[in-house]
């Protein structure tokens, strides 16, 4: 029969063979962790809200783009003009009438035919428009009928400039300043 003796193994030993973390350790981890995690949802949320503004402008400058294409249609094939307001024209087209009118109330600007209305643009913060006559000076007033029915009589050129808003819960407000060209009334008959 054999014996076996067990040796004793030395506590050093022992406690080199422990696998674990100290306290000292898990701080600094969790530290660097956290910062990193910072980082990281930081930058998640600045492409959010990038995104949110991106889709804001974008929906902005479409909207203005097919609004001012149509205007710009409407008004080039206009015979006459007739000034309901500052903010509200109508256009003979072909012998029907087109109103393009802008409501302050609810910030829109609207089309309408004798079938259909339709929202153009919408979020507008200002809004004017501009008349020219055929010798290109500005018609500044429209503050009594008999000045609105003067300039559906002169004007020959017509402008719009408007201020376009959008807000979402995520991203600063964004705004577009939309200036058109000037359309000229080509079937509109002036004299100078």
């Given at each position: 029969m054999t014996t076996t003796t067990l040796s004793r193994v030395p506590d050093a030993t022992l406690r080199a063979c422990r696998c674990g973390f100290t306290?000292?350790?898990?701080?600094?981890s969790s530290s660097l962790a956290a910062f990193v995690l910072t980082?990281?949802?930081t930058c998640f949320l600045f492409l959010g809200r990038s995104g949110a503004n991106i889709q804001n402008y974008n929906d902005m400058e479409g909207q203005a783009r097919r609004g001012l294409e149509q205007f710009a249609q409407d008004v080039r094939q206009a015979s006459e003009i007739t000034w309901n307001s500052a903010t509200d024209v109508t256009l003979t087209v072909d012998a029907a009438s087109v109103r393009w009118a802008y409501d302050a109330a609810s910030g829109k600007l609207y089309r309408r035919t004798s079938t259909a209305t339709r929202e153009m643009i919408t979020g507008i913060t200002s809004f004017t428009y501009k008349a020219y006559t055929i010798?290109?000076?500005e018609i500044t007033s429209f503050s009594s009928a008999s000045a609105l029915t003067t300039a559906g009589q002169t004007t020959k050129q017509?402008?719009?400039s408007l201020e376009a808003s959008?807000?979402?819960t995520t991203a600063a407000r964004a705004t577009?300043?939309?200036l058109s060209a000037r359309y000229v009334l080509r079937n509109k008959r002036v004299t100078a």
């Open positions: 306290l000292v350790e898990v701080l600094i980082g990281v949802m010798a290109g000076v017509l402008q719009i959008r807000t979402s577009n300043l939309v």
